[in-house]
């Protein structure tokens, strides 16, 4: 990587610790080792020349969060972590059952539907969330997303193309009212990002709650559901005011009315 290389030669004096997949790095994964599921697992090594001897080895990771962007994130921790002396049955161990709200965070349920919700919310996050919810989805990709009035409009077409090019089914909605811009004008800003917007796929709810019920109401056991775009709060602002939003709450409540039909 360019600016790698032009970072070491700005640090060459300083120490430095190099993770990632070339066989140069201090700490380097074996991409063809990975196997992807609700959780990742991927070979990796610790070499010779800036760890003690005790580090040194073969070791298989964990990764609670899936997604080849929590590997480095994950590879950077443990780089971190090892010069605080933590040992590293210790590091392994936190990072299987690490979890952080609002980040592909799994809604576990009683119909084992495959459903998360990340903050996400422009077009870096959406590509990377999608782009590894198509690699652990079997059958339909859902994603239930939507944009904010009053913040800013040039992200809105952009995900929307990113929503287009991985989803199966595009459920839209609206996130937290800022100012008086109507849901309208932020939809024809996402609808700008998608090829076809008349396709079936694409669907819109003046309610974001409604959208998600409606996701869930439709998902088969393979598929996966996607809520995007809010963070880890219990609120939704609607015409600038806090309401009361828990789309954890939302979700689970909907899973149980989905049992009861069966």
């Known amino acids: 990587d360019e600016w790698v290389k032009k970072t070491l030669d700005v640090y060459k004096d300083?120490?430095?610790i190099t993770f990632g997949k070339s066989e140069k790095a201090n700490i380097q994964f074996k991409e063809n080792s990975i196997k992807k599921?609700?959780?990742w697992e991927?070979?990796?090594?610790?070499?010779?020349?800036i760890y003690e001897d005790k580090y040194i080895g073969k070791y298989k990771l964990?990764?609670?969060?899936p997604g080849m962007y929590s590997i480095y994130?994950?590879?950077a921790i443990i780089a971190n972590l090892i010069n605080l002396n933590i040992p590293m049955d210790k590091i392994l161990k936190g990072l299987e059952n690490a979890s952080v709200n609002g980040r592909f965070e799994e809604q576990k349920n009683p119909l084992d539907l495959k459903i998360y919700i990340d903050f996400a919310h422009n077009e870096a996050s959406y590509r990377k969330i999608l782009e590894t919810g198509r690699e652990i989805t079997k059958g339909r990709l859902i994603t239930v997303w939507g944009a904010d009035t009053g913040r800013d409009k040039t992200k809105r077409a952009p995900m929307g193309k990113v929503v287009d090019e991985y989803a199966d089914i595009n459920l839209m909605c609206p996130c937290d009212f800022y100012d008086n811009e109507p849901f309208e004008s932020v939809l024809n800003d996402m609808l700008e990002g998608i090829e076809n917007p008349k396709d079936e796929k694409n669907k819109t709810f003046d309610d974001r709650e409604e959208a998600i019920r409606y996701a869930i109401d439709i998902m088969?056991?393979?598929d996966t559901l996607f809520v995007l775009g809010k963070d880890?709060?219990?609120t939704i602002i609607k015409?600038?005011?806090e309401e009361s939003f828990n789309e954890r709450a939302i979700i689970q409540d909907a899973v149980r009315k989905k049992m009861a039909k069966k």
Do not use: F, Q, T, Y
Request: hydrophobic share 25%; proline share 3%; no cysteine.
């Open 239 to 241: 015409k600038g005011k």
């Open 14 to 16: 300083k120490k430095h």
């Open 62 to 65: 964990i990764n609670n969060i």
């Open 73 to 75: 994130n994950s590879l």
């Open 42 to 49: 991927v070979d990796i090594e610790i070499k010779k020349g």
């Open 220 to 222: 088969k056991p393979e």
């Open 37 to 39: 599921d609700a959780k």
């Open 232 to 234: 880890h709060g219990r």
